[in-house]
DNA sequence: AATTTTCATCGTATATCGACGATAAACGAT
DNA sequence: ATCGTTTATCGTCGATATACGATGAAAATT
């Protein structure tokens, strides 16, 4: 296996970009406690995460939202409620382009 | 090989806010492309970044402290320059930290 | 000693983040 | 129709981030 497949496309500007964005997403304490509980539920209305994070609801429904606008969870409507998801791929992609990153495997590409 | 064995310490709390301090560091498109460019040249000085990223001297000087103090790059004085160089175990080690959460293996520890 | 080079720091301006309470909107139940 | 529940959004605030130019400090050069 070339070393370059795994690599994402990387000519720049857009990469980085997109890199960072979705890396600040995953930089916040309660938003990596939000996932890992997702991870453990598979599936959480909006209520269930207030419960368990002594934030206020306003302050989970945003970070939830930043989640979601990141790619990481996945949202669904369910008549009152709100089924949030993690979206296991996409976090594996992000953790991948950044073992990517650091592993130096895309000096050439 | 147990799936724990490779879990850094995550009694929560601290782990998190620690990741996510780490993560903040990269999610930014400067200190990103700063990153590749050390990877590449191994060491460099202040001058040679700022020759690449159309930012003030000032701005990059701040983005290198920053990496630094993350410990993803080191630092070393050199007669009148300032050696930067990227650590590349400790890049390693934060992009293991997320794998290991994305893959959700340490659910249970 | 004076000058130049290199870099860090200071001060400042602006933008974004992160938090909250209050409110609105949508839905289900009565 | 009304009420309670659930969630999203708005407005606001303090704090932090990001950028810059200007200044200062240290080392090399003249």
């Known amino acids: ?7 994402a496309d990387n000519r720049k500007g857009l990469a980085d970009t997109e890199l960072a964005v979705r890396l600040a997403a995953l930089s916040h304490p309660a938003r990596i406690e939000i996932l890992r509980h997702l991870a453990r539920a598979d599936s959480c209305c909006c209520g ?15 970070h939830l939202k930043i989640l ?10 369910d008549g009152q409620r ?16 950044l073992a990517c990153f650091a592993s130096a495997c895309c000096v050439d590409c």
Chains 1, 2 share one sequence.
Request: hydrophobic letters at 45%; glycine letters at 4%.
């Open 1 to 7: 296996m070339k070393i370059s497949s795994h690599c």
């Open 48 to 62: 269930e995460v207030v419960g368990r994070l002594d934030l206020a609801q306003s302050t989970v429904s945003q």
């Open 68 to 77: 979601v606008s990141a790619g990481l969870v996945r949202f669904k409507a």
């Open 82 to 97: 709100s089924r949030y998801a993690i979206d296991r791929p996409a976090l594996r992609a992000v953790a991948e382009e």
